[in-house]
């Protein structure tokens, strides 16, 4: 089975595709960078309303950490374009595997905050081989997405009164 196969079961992004994968030395330790390629004629969506609009131009490659396989670090790799929107104007594409600036993929995140609800934060970034920041960041956005699902319909709460007079005396 190819590893392109493999991605695209678990993590399959409408609109791109995986194009080649490569086993490279990144800070002195092995990792695996994969292309991520738009479809052919295929729209982005602008950023900012989510519309599909043609590339105006296209920025440089950037990295994106996916998480690892086998230990070893996963990249994916995208240059990412340049969409010209009526509504917002020039901004660069929404891309399905990360949230605005942030370099790690959506899917890494969850990963990471998962394992942070079940180890210290400072061992997640040892054993996965990233920053303790990216874990915080990973938990943050859990905690985020998690505070703006709640539902707390039929929730209510009465004080009791004994409770409060000990809280208060």
């Not at 590893?3 to 399959?12: D, H, V």
């Not at 370099?103 to 990963?111: E, V």
């Not at 997405?145 to 809280?167: C, F, I, N, Q, Y």
């Amino acid at each position: 089975m190819q590893l392109k196969t493999i991605l695209n079961r678990i993590q399959k992004h409408p609109g791109f595709v995986y194009g080649k994968a490569r086993l490279v030395e990144y800070k002195e330790q092995l990792a695996l960078e994969i292309e991520m390629n738009p479809r052919a004629n295929g729209l982005a969506h602008c950023s900012c309303c989510g519309l599909l609009r043609p590339g105006y131009d296209i920025l440089p490659q950037r990295r994106f950490q996916f998480v690892p396989l086998w230990g070893i670090m996963v990249f994916f790799l995208y240059a990412i374009r340049r969409v010209e929107c009526p509504r917002c104007g020039i901004v660069v594409e929404k891309v399905p595997w990360a949230d605005g600036k942030n370099q790690t993929t959506t899917t890494y995140q969850w990963f990471l905050a998962g394992w942070a609800k079940m180890l210290c934060w400072t061992d997640v970034a040892k054993v996965f081989r990233t920053s303790w920041e990216t874990v915080f960041r990973s938990v943050e956005m859990a905690v985020e997405w998690g505070r703006s699902h709640m539902d707390l319909e039929g929730v209510t709460a009465s004080p009791d009164a004994r409770l409060v007079k000990s809280l208060v005396f």
